[in-house]
């Protein structure tokens, strides 16, 4: 039998690319969850932190637009993460009234730490394909939330956080 026959052979259950997608999407989220959770942060903090660092002096309305967050929840996010001094506001030099988001020296440190945590999670999931198959696969994922209208970038469970103690 073939690699590729021993690979879907078994199936049972549902087949559809739709379960298969929310399924493992589900399974990665737990996974990243748990991987992160090892260096205190949630899945969304991780989410903030890589905006924040890649969009250095972002303001918070800015950011809760971005990823689609109500802005008085952002600002318990943005509390959350200035707290393990991971995270710093600055106010702009343009608008005073509005407050700059900046990783610390430790936001930068713990940066790095998921990045590393980021690749091996992406090595976990992919481990049954090559490199051809996972480009493959990375650019047919790409088409179809480009179709679906997602903005590159956003898990787009940040819609559905609510402040802490709150069910909606």
Known sequence: MSDEKKRFSGEQGPRGVAFLLAQLGAHGAQRFGERVAKIGLSPP????????ASDPGIGQQALAAHLGVMPSRMVA??????????VERRRSM???????????????????ELSRIAAEHEESLCASL???????????????????????G?????????PKGKRG
């Open 154 to 162: 956003v898990h787009p469970g940040y819609r559905n956080l609510r």
């Open 45 to 52: 903090d991780a989410g903030l932190l890589g905006k924040i």
């Open 94 to 112: 343009e608008d005073r009234r509005n407050h700059e988001l900046h990783l610390t020296q430790r936001g930068r440190q713990v940066m790095g």
């Open 77 to 86: 996010l943005v509390d959350e993460l200035e707290n393990k001094g991971i």
């Open 130 to 152: 090559n490199r051809e198959e996972r480009t493959q696969l990375r650019d047919l994922l790409r088409c179809i939330a480009d179709e679906q209208g997602l903005t590159p």
